[in-house]
């Protein structure tokens, strides 16, 4: 089973900065297998990115998804209020899914 | 409109058995693969299961292996996850998706499900 570990828990920043968010898989992943989630409090997780890079029908542009291999990020280029949640990223292998830990990103 | 409405759950002791619902609207079921997502009170989220279309292929996770069970019906375009021999750790929201290739892109509104004497 592929081990996926998001980090930081918690980034405190303010509106307006860059958050840059980990997951880190514990065997190497196929880039088309990634995907990152948002979720607000009281609300059902939301798609952001999959194939690793690749925004979801309406996603803003400043959500960015990268990397390759064991290594992936999840970029919010300039933080709006509305994208103070939890991002969880998921890979699929060998028909069975798992999820990040997950990492809140709060307002400082 | 697309749509997925899961219901069926509640409080329930433990070792009893529920069947949670997902009635799917603006496509159907058997042309796609579905998915159960869970999310124990202020923890993060766990994947549960999922059925592949075509031949209905299942998997579980190794945490309900054995107690779980996910189906559909066609003709209800309505999936189900029975659980049986609940346990305290099964207390959670748990929600249905659409597993489309290799990322969820539709979830429902999830529904919860309390494990108590």
């Known amino acids: 089973e592929i081990v996926l570990t998001q980090s930081p828990g918690t980034l405190s920043l303010s509106p307006g900065e860059r958050a840059t968010l980990s997951c880190r898989a514990s065997?190497?992943?196929?880039?088309?297998?990634l995907s990152w989630y948002q979720q607000k409090p009281g609300q059902a997780p939301r798609l952001l990115i999959h194939?690793?890079?690749t925004r979801a029908s309406g996603i803003p542009d400043r959500f960015s998804g990268s990397g390759s291999g064991t290594d992936f990020t999840l970029t919010i280029s300039r933080l709006e209020p509305e994208d103070f949640a939890v991002y969880y990223c998921q890979q699929y292998g060998r028909s069975l899914l798992t999820f990040g830990g997950g990492t809140k990103v709060e307002i400082k | 409109e697309v749509q997925l409405v899961d219901t069926g759950g509640g409080l329930i002791q433990p070792g009893g058995s529920l069947r949670l619902s997902c009635a799917v609207s603006?496509?159907?079921?058997?042309?796609?693969?579905m998915s159960w997502v869970r999310q124990a009170p202020g923890k993060g989220l766990e994947w549960v299961s999922v059925i592949y279309k075509g031949d209905d292929t299942t998997y579980y996770a190794d945490s309900v292996k054995g107690r779980f069970t996910i189906s559909r019906d066609n003709s209800k375009n309505t999936v189900y996850l029975q659980m049986n021999s609940l346990r305290a750790e099964d207390q959670a929201i748990y929600y249905c998706t659409r597993l489309h290739y290799y990322y969820m892109d539709i979830w429902g509104k999830g529904t919860t499900v309390t494990v108590s004497s």
């Open positions: 194939d690793a890079s």
């Open positions: 065997q190497s992943v196929s880039s088309s297998f």
């Open positions: 603006g496509f159907t079921v058997n042309a796609n693969d």
